[in-house]
């Protein structure tokens, strides 16, 4: 792998069309510090910390399963990720690249550095629901959320490659992005693998490693993950993984979130996707306590209250059925927008 520098800014980098070099970022960063708005200050923060003299960055994760929390990712190793993000995806010098996602988040701090150290032409702007509407140019490569690649369905032909993370894909979104020309992929990672370690094109089932990852299970059945050039240590997870090969694995879901009904062990994640095309409101699987089966699933549905007809558990196992179903006014989420399932119940 290149050994690049985490103090070099690439010669072809550019922002919004101007050539910056480490001297002229840093004047970019104090400006943004200035005289922009909350996201252009959080922006100049990072660029600051990102060219001071420490060897790391301090990121908080996202407490998707518990409290935030603060951790120290090595510089070096986020250049790392970006060059095996850029030998996965063919991604070259000149490449142009559209960062639409904050920088308060690894997601958009990796798109920012990945454009520095690589030298793509970068379009930077506010991370709003639509980001391309409006925008004339064409992208080699872009990173979105969900919501963002819902409300951009009919600007996608503008860019080649678009990894997608964050937060699920539902099965709607799914079907409609197959239609598109644009190569699109599922990305699985965490703050703790500096984004993605593993993508898989729509449509497909299992995920691929990037480069140089290796990966494994513990006594849980929850992936484990050797990447000695992000991370000098093993990182465990809490998602159950099937391994398919050396670098292909299936998510099965998370332990945290497995419901024991009767002895047998459900998924909520993939009793979702099967519903994920029948039911139109958000909604998630969650398992409560029952005396006789020990926990039983129940659905919890965003909105107001409507019926349903029988037909739209047809396709579940008899234990997958749920024994009832809640509807609330709001989800409770996290500041990314992952939704906090069993707060949302208390």
């Not at 709607?172 to 598109?180: D, G, I, K, P, V």
């Given at each position: 792998m290149n050994n690049q520098n985490y103090n070099t800014v690439h010669p072809n980098f550019k922002w919004n069309g101007i050539s910056l070099d480490r001297e002229k970022l840093l004047l970019v960063a104090y400006d943004l510090i200035k005289e922009g708005g909350d996201f252009d200050r959080i922006t100049g923060e990072f660029l600051l910390e990102w060219?001071?003299?420490?060897?790391?960055?301090?990121?908080?994760?996202?407490?998707?399963?518990?409290?935030?929390?603060?951790i120290n990712l090595e510089k070096q190793a986020m250049v790392n990720s970006a060059l095996a993000t850029a030998e996965f995806f063919n991604l070259k010098a000149g490449n142009r690249v559209l960062n639409c996602l904050s920088t308060n988040y690894i997601a958009g701090k990796m798109m920012l550095i990945r454009s520095m150290i690589l030298g793509f032409e970068m379009d930077f702007v506010t991370p709003i629901s639509n980001p391309l509407k409006g925008n004339r140019h064409?992208?080699?490569?872009?990173?979105?959320?969900?919501?963002?690649?819902?409300?951009s369905i009919l600007e996608l032909s503008k860019v080649k490659k678009l990894i997608v993370g964050g937060a699920k894909i539902n099965?709607?979104?799914?079907?409609?992005?197959?239609?598109?020309?644009t190569q699109i992929f599922e990305t699985y990672g965490m703050t703790e693998t500096i984004t993605h370690i593993a993508v898989k094109k729509i449509g497909e089932k299992?995920?691929?490693?990037?480069?140089?990852i290796k990966i494994a299970t513990d006594e849980r059945g929850c992936l484990e993950i050797i990447a000695s050039h992000i991370s000098?240590?093993?990182?465990?997870?809490?998602?159950?993984?099937?391994?398919?090969?050396?670098?292909?694995?299936?998510?099965?879901?998370?332990?945290?979130?497995?419901?024991?009904?009767?002895?047998?062990?459900?998924?909520?994640?993939?009793?979702?996707?099967?519903?994920?095309?029948?039911?139109?409101?958000?909604?998630?699987?969650?398992?409560?306590?029952?005396?006789?089966?020990?926990?039983?699933?129940?659905?919890?549905?965003?909105?107001?209250?409507?019926l349903f007809d029988d037909l739209v558990?047809?396709?579940?196992?008899?234990?997958?059925?749920?024994?009832?179903?809640?509807?609330?006014?709001?989800?409770?989420?996290?500041?990314s927008g992952k939704v906090m399932r069993k707060e949302t119940l208390l």
């Open positions: 060219f001071n003299k420490k060897t790391f960055i301090t990121v908080t994760t996202s407490g998707t399963t518990g409290v935030p929390k603060k064409h992208y080699d490569f872009v990173a979105m959320v969900p919501m963002q690649v819902q409300n099965e709607t979104l799914r079907n409609q992005l197959l239609e598109l020309p299992s995920f691929s490693v990037l480069p140089n000098e240590t093993k990182i465990s997870t809490n998602d159950v993984v099937e391994l398919l090969s050396e670098n292909q694995f299936l998510l099965l879901g998370r332990i945290d979130n497995v419901i024991n009904s009767g002895g047998v062990k459900l998924f909520p994640e993939q009793i979702e996707v099967k519903l994920s095309d029948k039911i139109k409101q958000r909604f998630f699987v969650i398992g409560i306590p029952d005396e006789k089966l020990g926990e039983q699933v129940l659905i919890v549905i965003e909105g107001k209250p409507i558990f047809e396709n579940l196992d008899p234990y997958e059925k749920p024994k009832s179903i809640r509807f609330v006014t709001k989800f409770i989420e996290t500041e």
